[in-house]
């Protein structure tokens, strides 16, 4: 059973940075792409950026493009979102996700990081 551990949200005024950390534990970690999601109050989860573990090729959320950039470190079983030009509306609770292969959807959700832009 894989347990992911978000954390480094916090609040931060816009225009400025943070780093996102998920760490997974329970297990050898294995996976086909972990991904980072995240919800606002009032709205459904949305998909922000993913990253394939064997290829490293990412996909990003258009509203995020240019602005958030997601690593890994396999070694310490650890993916990172950089969150640079932070805007308001990237505030919203930041989930960590695997994906164990191409054909099942992303699951094992954690507790989530609060990430709150202020003006």
């Known amino acids: 059973q894989v347990q992911l551990v978000e954390s480094g949200g916090g609040l931060v005024q816009a225009g400025g940075s943070l780093r996102l950390s998920c760490a997974a534990s329970?297990?050898?970690?294995?996976?086909?792409?972990m991904g980072w999601f995240r919800q606002a109050p009032g709205k459904e989860r949305e998909f922000v950026a993913s990253?394939?573990?064997?290829?490293?090729?990412?996909d990003y959320a258009e509203s995020v493009k240019g602005r958030f950039t997601i690593s890994r470190d396999n070694a310490k079983n650890t993916v990172y979102l950089q969150m640079n030009s932070l805007k308001l509306e990237d505030t919203a609770v930041y989930y960590c996700?695997?994906?164990?292969?191409?054909?099942?959807?992303?699951?094992?959700w954690g507790q989530g990081t609060q990430v709150t832009v202020s003006s």
């Open positions: 996700a695997r994906q164990p292969s191409r054909f099942r959807r992303f699951g094992s």
């Open positions: 329970g297990r050898t970690f294995s996976s086909y792409a």
């Open positions: 990253i394939n573990w064997s290829t490293s090729t990412t």
